[in-house]
């Protein structure tokens, strides 16, 4: 795990630990051992720490955190390096992260190769750095950068860490054979100044200011969040005491981090976001074994906002787009509208002028898709409706390369009904954006019964090209993302029952939702769900009242219609769940007595008795519900595993990571107390069929032996 080989009189350290040389135990015994052996050694005057492969070590090893650990601890490895007789350089590449860069800060000096960079993410994943990171690095670089680094986990480049004095010397070429050129010119230097141990804070008596400044900003930035947090006491720390005890107030901030619920689950989320990109189909196709298709050219159907935003995806990552809308205006103006937010960009610094040109250039614009037929895939994002896209998916069957993929960005329709009108249902899938498509990071790739290895692999393979999230969902009604959030009916209900609707957004956003499920609602506007309440009535020959209270024998609530009624849109139109300041131009919900009024009398009309309604049972009855539908969706294969759930809440609804979603959340709670409060819920509510328990979960909570244990219960603490 660490070679040793001396060569002119250098003792060289290689890291040897792919795929990123985290510092798990045998790499730090390696080190340890490495350090005092050529210590020892007359014959080596300096020592090299060096990573094979693409990095200098990235951090401590991650996997490593949810197991009993074992010494030598990193802290231990640093202070033999520090206190060696002998010179230590660390030669860093790649990304010199976390314990990689503690270990280059206990080390007398530090050459960065030109495309290096350093950073400390641990903040990402609910911790500090913990082996002295935070009392180092303010040493080097003074409070205010180290403050900024340190709890918004940024990597800095090899240039600019050499600006802030992490690095002492930026090189290009051989890394090794300029850091020992290096190392020859400062052989023989007295190594006490080198020490980071035995410098100050330089700008330690501003400590207080710094942090105050810091706190206030970090409150308001990361709302609910610890660590940021506990990284700036550390920090103060460094500043205000003797570096041993700044060293062991790090030392028990880190293991309060480490012991509490948020790394868990930000821990969890790092290893969940890489699982949910690798998938296995019922047949056996896996992503190790499937090779996806080369996408060289796409076609989007449909240029409304969703059309758009795709076509920006795709035009960013360098795939010419042929964008097809009939109606020329709305063409002309989507195309103009793609202009303005790519100009957005560019403002933002997010692009260069060159590039968006560049991406303009490989867009055009067609009025009929009998200009696709040479398109590697063609995205089709019209209106939500079944015989519409049929009849789109009949004529691209037509037009198109038999090699071309097929997909649909529906959001619930089954693809298996879309593929069925075409000759090639293995070529067709789901490939459902999020909006707006160009920020959101998820998507949730969708196949049928029919749709091949290969298209899969393709399209999760697209996914990551174009910087998002994949997760792979089987087709069903809504999919993982829609037909799991029970949130807005849980919600609605509740309203009906006693609680208002402000009442329910403080407390989701007091749990982490950015935005409580109303205030979504208006801005999204209430006519959306309106319509899809009506196309479903009418499915189903049923005429919508104000009155309706059950649909098909399941329980209804008739509130968004009556708003609905009223005209009350949401943000649009000034009004919805919440009343808005349009003659100012503002955004922010006002509670509207109108609405509350409007609520006490349907439920006078329908004779609900209201009651007062805890924070606890709005939690409980809009997770709760979410998490029993969670379970279905694995029961029937949907998802493959929990992490995939996970990564979909976190991407696409924006639920809290350092709640790791509502699986693992729910794993949190206890998985047997969510049952039973699932089964009181569904004796209480028994005209809820999302009421009805999940078999996996009884079974996960009566025999968890039978149930294979994978990553996602690894990293639970409360077990069942
Ligand atoms: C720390 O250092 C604490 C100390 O301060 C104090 C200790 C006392 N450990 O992301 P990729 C795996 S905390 C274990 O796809 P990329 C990863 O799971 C740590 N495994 O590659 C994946 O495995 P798989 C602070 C790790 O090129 C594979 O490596 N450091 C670790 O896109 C490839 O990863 C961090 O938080 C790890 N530390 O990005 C850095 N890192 O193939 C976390 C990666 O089975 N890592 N793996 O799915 C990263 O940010 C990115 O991995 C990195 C490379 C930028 C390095």
Known sequence: MVDYRV????????????????????????????????????????????????????????????????????????????SSNKPVFSALHGTALGGGLEIALFSHYRIAEKTAKVGFP?????????AEGTIRLPRLTGLV????????????????????????????????????????????????PRKLSLCGVKDADQVDKYYEAALKELLKKYRGVIAPVSCLKSIRGSAQLPYKEAAELERTLFSELMSGAQSAALRYSFFAERAASRWNLPNGASSANSKPLTIKSAAVIGAGTMGSGIAICLIRSGIPVILVEQNEKMLENALRNIGYILQGSVKLGRMTVDQRSDCLRILQG?????????????????????????????????????????????????????????????????????????????????????????????????????????????????????????????????????????????????????MGVFKVSDLSGIDIGWSIRQEMAKKQGITLTLETHYVSGERYSSLADRLYNLGRLGLKTGKGWYRYNNASNSRKPIIDPDVTDMILNHCEKLRIKRRQISPQEIIERCLYATVNEGFKILEEGVAEKPEDID???????????????????????????????????????????????????????????????????????SKL
Request: proline share 6%; charged share 25%; with cysteine.
């Open 7 to 82: 060569e002119d009189q250098f003792a060289i350290l290689e890291i040897n630990n792919p795929p990123v040389n985290a510092l798990s135990l045998h790499v730090r015994e390696g080190l340890l051992n490495g350090v005092l052996r050529a210590s020892a050694d007359n014959n080596v005057k300096a020592i090299i720490l060096i990573g094979k492969g693409k990095t200098f070590p990235s951090g401590a090893d991650i996997k490593e955190f949810s197991r009993p650990g074992k010494a030598p601890w990193l802290p231990e490895v640093g202070h033999t390096i520090e």
């Open 122 to 130: 641990e903040v990402h994943l609910g911790l500090l750095p913990g």
């Open 145 to 192: 950068i180290a403050m900024e680094m340190i709890t918004s986990g940024r990597q800095v480049s090899a240039k600019e860490a050499l600006k802030f004095g992490i690095v002492d010397k930026v090189v290009e070429g051989n890394l090794l054979k300029e850091t020992k050129a290096f190392a020859k010119s400062v052989l023989g230097q007295p190594l006490e």
């Open 366 to 514: 067609a009025a009929s898709i009998e200009k696709l037929k040479d398109v590697d895939i063609v995205i089709e994002a019209v209106y939500e409706n079944l015989k519409l896209k049929q009849e789109i998916f009949e004529k691209l069957d037509k037009i198109c390369k038999p090699t071309a993929l097929l997909c649909s960005n529906t959001s619930t329709l089954d693809i298996d009904l879309i593929a069925s009108v075409t000759s090639k249902p293995d070529r067709v899938a789901g490939t459902h954006f999020f909006a707006p498509a160009y920020i959101m990071k998820l998507l949730e790739n969708i196949y049928g019964s029919k749709t091949s290895p290969i298209t899969v692999a393709t399209i999760m393979d697209l996914g990551k090209k174009i910087g998002k999230i994949s997760v792979l969902s089987k087709t069903c009604d809504g999919f993982i993302a829609n037909r799991m959030n029970k949130i807005g009916t849980e919600a609605a209900f509740l309203v009906e029952e006693g609680a208002l609707p402000h009442d329910i957004d403080q407390v989701l956003e007091d749990f982490g939702m950015p």
């Open 647 to 717: 990564i979909v809440w976190q991407y696409g609804f924006s639920f809290p990571r350092y709640r790791g979603g509502p699986m693992f959340y729910a794993s949190q709670v206890g998985l047997k107390k969510v049952y039973e409060r699932i089964c009181y819920y569904h004796e209480s509510f028994p005209y809820s069929k999302h009421w009805l328990p999940s078999d996996l979960l009884k079974k996960l909570v009566s025999h968890p032996n039978e149930v294979p244990i994978n990553l996602w219960m690894n990293y639970t603490n």
